[in-house]
């Protein structure tokens, strides 16, 4: 009952108090709070963080490479000119699983710099003949180097170098190609010296199969790419070379570096044109030396055969002919058996046919045609008038020899012969190889003697002559007794006799006696003697000719003791 009334107060009441209140202001509520303006702004700080990033970002791209060592994703920087533009991003296996693939993003500022033909390779330090380099990534790590490219299409895929290229990007020079078919062994680096200054180096190497000739890629760097010309010749300068030929003994070298590794020269020889200018890649062959380069201007000859019937032991392909002294030409072959060989046994002996080459530049005529022509004619006239070939001697040491070309007028010939469609130049034989014909003679005669019968003679008389001295020696040590024992009794005997008369002497001679007497006398009849003999001496002494005409002066004039007067 009481809860009743205490609810009814209660609803009363509050009746009461909504009736006095105020009527409420009613206004319209905001759609956004600001609390939502910091993710709105942390949303666009991202946006603009994110487009900042792609605006500064370059594209990605690709380098294969043979291996990943030394490099690390999100590590391994991209670099040119030691300036970073790219860094690594990824590294994984090819598809071959035979190298990497190394995924990379550059810079905004690189894009020019990605080009088709620009170069990656990864730089560490390398210890080479021709120095050493990469030591700055000891402390830095191992970064990828580029070479920009010229040219001007985009590429994002590329191959790196196993090694660094050997010359900067955009170095001032020439790029020519060296071709040899010697067994020259060149590597990357070598030197190309010019008079002893290092003016350009290898930069590739290729070898043709098909060819069977190695190419090389070199660079000569400026000023010097200026001397290469349409006549340059290159030549080999490795090491230390010394040759030992029919001209002497030659020792050539380069520079110090030649000297270690393998290097070239170039250079125009003496007596040629300077040539027009190369200013693109050009094609060089490389000679074995200077001799050879210089050789290869004479591009004609005329070519003989000598039948040669002593020994070609010596006689080389490249040889010198000479004239008279005068270098005119060389030999190109030194046996042309193989090619002209009889089906038919042989009863007389074979001459050596060797084949060599006058050539017409070397004495003044022009090298072409016309030149062949004139040395041909002139060399046809001297052979029919006894011109004659004979092999010479040019190094004792080395046993080189040498085509030595003499007129012997005594000689002539009707008719020049052929050989294998050449023309035949008569020879002789040589003095050097009639001497050693009659040395072998001799060695023949000495082998013919018995010298078998002749040395057991020897011996036996060489015996009995051993014996014999033993017994005069023997006989010797017994005649040396004999004497001995004789002079030791007959020694006082003698001395006995020799005192005695020493004695009788010294008798024979003393005061009183005899012989004492008789030298006295003898004595003063030589004094008298003199004596009288003083005048005549004074006068020969004064007058030397008083014995044939007398002076009239008789009195002898003795000198007297002054007495201070005078007369």
């Not at 860094?87 to 995924?103: A, R």
């Amino acid at each position: 009952m009481t809860n009743k009334m205490n609810s009814k107060e209660s609803d009363s009441n509050k009746s009461n108090i909504i009736e006095s209140s105020v009527e409420a202001n009613v206004q319209p509520m905001k759609s956004i709070s600001s609390i939502w303006f910091v993710p709105v702004i942390a949303v666009f700080i991202g946006l603009w963080m994110v487009y900042y990033q792609w605006s500064i970002e370059g594209p990605e791209i690709t380098i294969e490479f043979s291996t990943a060592e030394g490099l690390v994703a999100g590590k391994t920087k991209i670099k040119s000119r030691n300036v970073d533009i790219g860094e690594v991003s990824s590294i994984v296996l090819n598809e071959k699983s035979d190298g990497v693939l190394v995924t990379a993003r550059m810079t905004k500022s690189a894009e020019k710099l990605i080009v088709e033909d620009s170069k990656f390779w990864v730089v560490s330090p390398q210890i080479t003949l021709t120095g050493i380099s990469g030591l700055s990534t000891l402390v830095s790590g191992e970064y990828i180097a580029i070479a920009p490219g010229k040219s001007s299409k985009e590429e994002t895929s590329f191959i790196g170098l196993n090694d660094p290229p050997v010359t900067p990007a955009d170095t001032p020079g020439l790029h020519i190609t060296l071709n040899s078919k010697d067994q020259f062994a060149y590597s990357k680096g070598d030197p190309i010296i010019y008079k002893g200054l290092t003016v350009g180096q290898f930069e590739d190497i290729h070898f043709n199969f098909y060819e069977r000739v190695v190419y090389y890629n070199a660079f000569i760097k400026a000023p010097y790419h200026e001397l290469v010309t349409s006549n340059t010749k290159f030549w080999d300068i490795s090491g230390l070379r010394i040759d030992l030929n029919a001209d002497g003994l030659s020792v050539n070298t380069g520079n110090v570096q030649s000297m270690i590794t393998n290097g070239v020269t170039f250079g125009i020889p003496t007596g040629l044109d300077i040539g027009e200018s190369i200013t693109e890649r050009a094609y060089f062959d490389i000679y074995p030396n200077y001799e050879t380069a210089d050789d290869e201007r004479y591009k004609e000859s005329v070519k003989f055969i000598l039948l040669i019937s002593d020994t070609i032991r010596g006689l080389k392909v490249g040889a010198p002919v000479e004239y008279r002294g005068v270098l005119i030409g060389k030999v190109l072959s030194t046996n042309m058996l193989p090619n002209t060989a009889p089906d038919e046994m042989l009863k007389n002996e074979i001459k050596i046919p060797v084949l060599i080459g006058l050539q017409p530049g070397r004495v003044g005529l022009p090298d072409n045609q016309e030149g062949v022509e004139r040395m041909t004619q002139q060399n046809r006239y001297w052979v029919k008038g006894g011109l004659k070939a004979m092999l010479r001697s040019g190094n004792l040491l080395t046993g080189s020899l040498f085509v030595d070309l003499q007129h012997f007028n005594d000689q002539p010939v009707e008719e020049i012969e052929t050989f294998a469609n050449f023309p035949v130049m008569p020879t002789i034989t040589n003095e050097f190889s009639k001497i050693t014909e009659k040395a072998g003679e001799f060695v023949d005669s000495l082998n013919k003697l018995p010298l078998d019968n002749l040395s057991k003679n020897a011996n036996q008389l060489f015996n009995e002559f051993t014996q014999t001295a033993k017994e005069l020696q023997s006989i010797s040590k017994s005649l040396d007794k004999l004497l001995v024992s004789a002079n030791n009794e007959k020694l006082g005997e003698q001395l006995s006799k020799a005192l005695q008369g020493i004695s009788t002497l010294t008798n024979d001679f003393s005061s009183g006696s005899k012989g004492h007497k008789d030298i006295r006398k003898t004595l003063k009849a030589l004094t008298d003697t003199m004596q009288e003999l003083s005048p005549l001496l004074n006068q020969l002494n004064r007058q030397p000719n008083g014995l044939i005409f007398n002076s009239g002066q008789t009195d002898i004039i003795e000198p007297k003791k002054h007495t201070g007067e005078k007369n």
